[in-house]
């Protein structure tokens, strides 16, 4: 396969940027590709995107116990999202872990499942008899890992990957083998073991940002180089102490990698990996049509609640109150989630409910209605301005002249000055206005148009933002 | 000022990277600067970073209600953390928002104290007045918010931006001029109105990815390439939408920008911005040492806690309950946060366990002393591998074999599979396992460490990670 290298043309989801916008300033003239397809990454099959390890890294959270009921419960739940890979604990971890791997592949899920274990035949034989479609194989390859993890060199780790690759093959099954701590291991040694599994037939390499210390840049060198040394996939897990976990998995996309782990809501050892819900956002901007198809989007707030509740407090059932005050954190899907934070498709700023209610797509580059969720134009605050006003007063069927909501604007913005203002309030601010204004009609002592304009001169909505 | 190219040389903090490691492998041919510093992107005084702006684009959070104790008392925080900047919200949106400006001015704090208004000379009018060592103006560029929004063309905007910026300089202010959605403006007219204000003098110029559409390698061609046209700073401003604020901040830095917008967790219009906290960590990775010597990184929690809780419950003081039902929602520090998630440095897996008690970098990019917290090896649960129980069975004191320790493992992994444990469970387990050993000194009936040799043959920790 040539060197791949993927262009990403960004897109409002209503108009293509037009000109000389900067996001056609970023076409990288290398590329064959005109627009960002997830199945014209890599090889044929390679349409395969992401690997949905909340019952493998998930089960790494610090609050995660996931019993038998419950592991079966999330993987129907990331099945009907539509998830092309779900990604188990290792059987080798405990008995019970083995028997749910077992359990989990007789369900006859559309999704392929795959376990995750050491680079080794012990733990590759317990794998290959618990049904799965495919192994994960995974050794550490920095100088970190390998002087304090297992202590083994780059020779040994050659050598044992080549046996468990074919020993996995040799059951018919996929094989993935990846390095731990990718980047800050040597280079020679990463491109030398790739190729090395690369030849005898291994399904997917895989890159693990396992300390969360890459950066975006960073990623997308080191699968651009990895991508013109390896005919076969390329698996990309990346961890989020930085915070770049979903960035770096995007660029990993566009230097051709085809597949990245994912977990709900990026639950995983320390504070987690590229989160399923973040990359849908970020994957819908590229291409909405193409995430639309494959994925059951209106179900994502469902499998993100379902995770969430799980984590929180099912695993305490029967509990010692000592149990769940030493270990139980709730877990609610983070205020400032992508798609499903409580205010993702909340509008406050008065220019920004303005342009809104004009055009939806000026101030949203993704489509509450997608996820099933809806737009909120918040108008019960000091920044809100006419426009938001405006609207709420057709909402409820009054009828008021540009001037005239101009200035019950004013009032509400006084009154949310002093203390915050719920919808009632704001609502009986316009109701009481719009009496008054009836009342005017036949009582000339109260404002008339003209005198609103004069007051309101120069004075209409100043709120700003950016 | 010539083209600035910055490379980062992204480290561990204990052991810089060493061969040819894919770190290495990102360094730009171009760069003439070895080592990130932030210090050193952009003009003499460019050591600046951030743009704190939770009291004004945090004010935009759909839950953000601040009085004027509130705004003091985060502005006095923030500025105890080291922050450059802080911006606060227009004093043109509110009469009260003018009134708070002017009180925030006269603290007499650290920090540049700056205000942000629309590109008017109303507004700047205002701004001015108050007292504010700057003000940053802004207005929309992209075709869907001129469409949209102010209905304004390209001359009209660079005809009242240079009005604005000469107005400002006159009362001898700094002044930033900003584009609003840049990623969808056309990047001719940005690169003219920019090149515009460059000429007269404006202090930084703004890019803004406000509808968080933007990928990390859009954001660094775009600085690269504003770099190159203009002499002035350069300030960026990132939505959360597609969870590349932090990234496309830190690609920003890198293509040479030398400001960056933050707010506390990130607060702002819908799901928000660049998170104060998250660059910070992302920054630390760049360059500890600077970090730690510009910022009150142990403050970091407490600024985050504060502002979690103001618009969390503080906002509600004195409301009516339906006020609160309808209103509020309990802003946590999201689980996932970088640095002060509740399991940031929390290390579950044994393998991570064990290389994690060998020496803490092997599993970490960030020093959890650095922020007055501490690691945390979670030992209660299926994952736990030996080392971990060997560590705790330290800490109470106990003396075992290996080999007994093993054993012991596999009695807690057993009970773990069954049910979540509390961390006083796995120490009844240890305490009992030690009792019995005791008494198999005085009864051969007991297990001797050669039956435990026998059992544990090939049974060694096997749990997985990466």
């Known amino acids: ?54 019952l493998r890294e998930g089960e790494q959270f610090a609050n995660a116990f996931f019993d038998t009921e419950t592991k079966v419960k999330i993987a129907k739940a ?14 080798a971890a405990s008995e019970q872990s083995r028997k749910d791997c077992e359990t989990i592949c007789k369900l006859g899920l559309k999704a392929k499942i795959l376990t995750h274990v050491r680079c080794h035949m012990d733990d590759a034989r317990i794998a290959v008899e618990t049904g799965v479609d495919g192994v994960d194989v995974v050794i550490g390859t920095s100088s970190h890992l390998r002087e304090h993890s297992h202590g083994k060199d780059m020779t040994y780790i050659i050598k044992t990957a080549i ?34 599994v690369d030849k005898v037939g291994v399904n997917r390499v895989g890159i693990a ?19 013109g040394v390896v005919q076969c996939d390329i698996e990309t897990h ?6 770049c976990a979903i960035a770096n998995a995007f660029c990993a996309l566009e230097a051709g990698a085809t597949h990245v782990d994912t977990s709900v809501l990026g639950i995983g050892e320390r504070n987690g990996i590229t989160p399923l819900g973040g990359l849908i956002a970020r ?27 799980i ?14 005050l030493t270990n139980s954190v709730q877990i609610n899907i983070p205020f400032n989630n992508p798609i499903t934070g409580f205010c993702a498709f909340t509008h406050k700023a008065g220019i920004h409910a303005k342009a809104i209610l004009n055009s939806a797509s000026s101030y949203e580059i993704l489509k509450p209605e997608d996820y099933g969720l809806s737009r909120y134009v918040h108008f019960a605050s000091r920044l809100t301005g006419w426009n938001a006003i405006k609207s709420r007063v057709e909402q409820l069927g009054l009828s008021m002249t540009d001037a005239q909501v101009k200035l019950c604007t004013q009032k509400v913005k006084a009154m949310a000055d002093v203390r915050p203002l719920a919808i009632d309030d704001v609502d009986s601010v316009i109701r009481a206005f719009h009496l008054d204004l009836t009342a005017a009609e036949e009582n ?15 004075n209409s909505a100043r709120q700003i933002t950016a």
Chains 1, 2 share one sequence.
């Not at 990331?78 to 059987?91: C, K, Q």
């Not at 000339?444 to 120069?458: V, Y």
């Open 209 to 227: 940002d396992t300390v969360g210390c890459a950066s975006p840049r960073q990623v997308f060198d080191l699968v651009r180089t990895l991508r």
């Open 311 to 324: 984590v929180s407090f099912s695993s305490c059932g029967g509990l010692s109150m000592s149990w769940w």
């Open 1 to 54: 396969m040539d060197l791949q290298v993927i262009l990403y043309e960004p897109a409002s989801f209503e108009t293509k940027p037009q000109g000389t916008s900067p996001c056609h300033a970023t076409a990288d003239c290398l590329s064959n590709v005109s627009r960002f397809k997830i199945n014209e990454i890599g090889p044929a099959d390679a349409s395969v995107l992401p690997v949905e390890s909340t």
């Open 444 to 458: 000339p002592l109260l404002p008339t148009e003209k005198m609103i304009d004069h007051e309101m001169n120069g």
């Open 283 to 309: 994957m819908v901007v590229a291409d909405r049509d193409y995430v639309l198809s494959k994925y059951n989007l209106r179900k994502l707030k469902e499998v993100e609640s379902l995770v969430a509740d």
């Open 238 to 243: 990346f961890h989020e102490d930085t915070g």
């Open 163 to 196: 046996q468990v690759i074919e020993f996995v093959k040799s059951k018919g099954l996929e094989v993935r083998f990846s390095s731990e701590d990718s980047f800050r291991s040597d280079l020679v040694d990463l491109l030398s073991v790739y190729s090395a």
């Open 78 to 91: 990331l099945d009907d999202f539509g998830v092309d890979y779900i990604e188990l604990t290792s059987p």
